[in-house]
């Protein structure tokens, strides 16, 4: 089993800061790509940024510029900075990952979601 946990969500003002972190433990052989993503109220849950194994990165349009996602290999973890929020990113934002996982038979890839963060930002 994997766990996935989040933190970093937080309020704050229009054009500030913010720095999600996501931290995968449990049974894994390796990550594939771990992501961000968010839902807002009455909205689908939808990309915001993802990142591979090798470094490679995908953004939603919207947040172009101002959201870099990083990862840490030897901790499993991936981070979203956020810059220049505007009050549209207010959102749970989830923490997705596609590991290959131990199991008796043979290494396994699934995939796994975090319990979600709030971010709110306020205008």
């Known amino acids: 089993q994997v766990q996935l946990v989040e933190s970093g969500g937080a309020l704050v003002q229009a054009g500030g800061s913010l720095r999600l972190s996501c931290a995968a433990s449990g049974s894994i052989n390796s990550v594939n790509v771990m992501g961000w993503y968010r839902q807002a109220p009455g909205n689908k849950r939808e990309l915001v940024a993802t990142i591979t194994s090798g470094g490679r990165t995908n953004y939603e349009d919207s947040v172009k510029g101002r959201f870099t996602i990083s990862k840490d290999n030897a901790k499993n973890t991936v981070y979203l900075q956020m810059n220049s929020l505007k009050p549209e990113d207010t959102a749970v934002y989830y923490c997705?990952?596609?590991?290959?996982?131990?199991?008796?038979?043979?290494?396994?890839?699934?995939?796994?979601w975090g319990q979600g963060t709030q971010v709110t930002v306020s205008s």
């Open positions: 997705n990952a596609e590991v290959v996982v131990h199991t008796p038979f043979a290494p396994t890839t699934r995939t796994y």
